[in-house]
C-alpha cells in the first residue's frame, strides 16, 4: 500500500550563509518538511537523477527543489532543464532562487518549467510570503494513495 508521503525540500545553494537563511525563513514559515541541501549541481543531480541518472531512485516521491543558479560546478539552468526534462521528476516544483533579475534568464527559467522565480537577497517579508504559500502547496502535495 502506498501511504501519502510528505514532500522532501531539496536545496541547491552553494553559498552557506544563504542556505541557512532559507531554512531558517522555511522553518519560521511553519514548514517542518525535510530539507536535504547541496552545494554544487553534481551533487544534486546525483541525487535527484540517481547514479544511473534515470530518475527511477525518485519515482512516486514528492520533491520540491529550491534551486540557485549560480553554482560552483554548472547553472541551475543545466539542472533545471534535467530535472524537468525527466519523466519521474519532471512534475516536481523547482523554486528558482537567485541573485539575477535578468528578464530574458527569469523567461527561460519559466519556459524551462521553473514554477516560482525567487530574486535575493530577499527581503524577509516577500520570501517568508513566498515560503508561506509554498509552504500551503507543501501540505497539500501529497500523493494520492493508491487504489
Known amino acids: 500500500m502506498n501511504n501519502a508521503r510528505p514532500v522532501t525540500i531539496i536545496m541547491v545553494e552553494d553559498d552557506e550563509g544563504h542556505a541557512r537563511l532559507i531554512e531558517k525563513n522555511i522553518r519560521r514559515a ?6 536535504v541541501s547541496f552545494t554544487n549541481g553534481t551533487d544534486a543531480l546525483s541525487f535527484l537523477l540517481g547514479p544511473d541518472g534515470t530518475g527511477l531512485v525518485n519515482k512516486g516521491r514528492q520533491l520540491l527543489v529550491l534551486l540557485d543558479l549560480n553554482l560552483p560546478d554548472m547553472t541551475g539552468i543545466d539542472i533545471l532543464e534535467k530535472v524537468k526534462g525527466n519523466e519521474h521528476t519532471k512534475r516536481s516544483p523547482v523554486v528558482v532562487l537567485t541573485t539575477t533579475d535578468d528578464q530574458r534568464e527569469i523567461q527561460r527559467c519559466y519556459d524551462l518549467g521553473a514554477n516560482v522565480y525567487i530574486t535575493k537577497p530577499v527581503d524577509y517579508d516577500g520570501f517568508a510570503n513566498a515560503i508561506k504559500q ?14
Open 30 to 35: 511553519g514548514v517542518a518538511n525535510e530539507i
Open 134 to 147: 509554498l509552504g500551503l502547496f507543501f501540505s497539500v502535495m501529497q500523493i494520492p494513495e493508491a487504489e
